[in-house]
């Protein structure tokens, strides 16, 4: 049996709607990362959870250009986060 998306909203006491979101650029969002270790974009007091479905990325350390697949990767569609390969 499947249930219904007003059924699960009633479930919890809630209301089912649809949200949306306007996109926005984000730049120069300075990070001090650590190689091996994964970092949420977008983080803030406001939205802790950071961004998702970010659509590029680019990375530098200092005025030099990071390259992606090398010196670190984005989970672009799911949850948004970078791990740092290289420094």
């Known amino acids: ?3 219904s998306d007003d059924i699960v ?3 919890f ?6 949200q949306t979101q306007t996109s926005s650029t984000v730049t120069s969002e300075p990070l001090k990362v650590r190689k ?4 949420q974009l977008g983080k803030t007091p406001d939205n802790p959870h950071g961004v998702r479905g970010i659509s590029a990325v680019t990375m530098h350390n200092g005025a ?3 390259v992606e697949g090398t ?7 799911r949850n ?6 290289e420094i």
Request: glycine share 6%.
């Open 36 to 39: 091996g270790r994964y970092y």
């Open 13 to 18: 006491v809630a209301d089912h709607r649809t």
């Open 1 to 3: 049996m499947e249930l």
């Open 64 to 66: 030099i250009a990071a």
């Open 80 to 85: 948004g986060q970078m791990l740092c390969m």
């Open 71 to 77: 010196d670190y990767t984005v989970d672009m569609t």
């Open 9 to 11: 909203a009633q479930f």
